[in-house]
């Protein structure tokens, strides 16, 4: 969806416009699917604060158990990143961004709605199931082209080109790159997956999958954002504090343990 007004999906150059977006999920509804996700887009020049509250009050009058929303990103060598540059687009303003995502927080909750993780809010009992197993590293199988698995250890990406594909299973192979993931890249993935949801980085976690050396670094390193409040320990979960979902990506970095901190 990302909008329900029509000169902002012309301005993000989508294929749909503000009554299909609409058509859709009532389609949808009228159809028997229940269990439906949209996603918005916030934190874009043409979105003012009055805009964005109406797209969120769209949002929960549909009814939908799930809502996706995500701040705008620019990414390098796109077409906006070179119109910001040439001055002809206004460049993403980084406190906007934030007082609509508290905004969104807010309006979500008295909807009824669970912040579960930091781009994710649902009904209760209507988590995305795929994703919240990936957040919260559960071992998950890829099948088909360009697919991704992980089993606890390594992670692994299936071949993309789809004849190539199936002419690998005809002949009992399967042409795949795997990552194998070391104790620092399964703990700092954990880290910043876990961070990021309402159920938080278990210490407990820490100390029976990564061992004391990695629970004692996290526990020192955790205790500066705590006297911020932007963490709290929680019957031993470390789960962001509202303030602390602005900084989530800082924090977990920072929570970050490498090879190079033993050295």
Known sequence: IQSFFEEDLRWMNRAHNATEAEDCIKR???AGFENLSIDLIYGYPLLTDTKWLQNINKAVEFQTPHISAYSLTVEPRTALAHAIKKGKQVPVNDEQSAAQFITLIDKLKDGGFEHYEISNFARP???????????????????????????????????????????????GRLAE??????????????????????????????????????????????????????????????????????FADYIASELFITEDDYL
């Open 28 to 30: 949808s509804q009228d």
């Open 125 to 171: 009992g209507k988590y995305a199931v795929h994703n919240t197993n990936y957040w919260r590293g559960i071992p998950y199988l890829g099948i088909g082209p360009s697919a991704h698995g992980f089993d606890g250890q390594t992670r692994y990406l299936n071949i993309a080109n789809n004849a190539a594909y199936l002419s690998d299973l005809q002949e």
């Open 177 to 246: 790159t795997i990552e194998e993931l070391s104790q620092y890249d399964r703990f700092n993935e954990y880290i910043m997956t876990s961070l990021r949801t309402m159920w938080g980085v278990s210490l407990d976690k820490i100390a029976v999958d990564f061992g004391q050396v990695f629970l004692n670094d996290t526990l020192k390193n955790m205790q500066i954002f705590i006297e911020r409040t932007w963490l709290i320990n929680e019957n031993g979960h470390l789960i962001l504090t509202s303030d602390g979902k602005l």
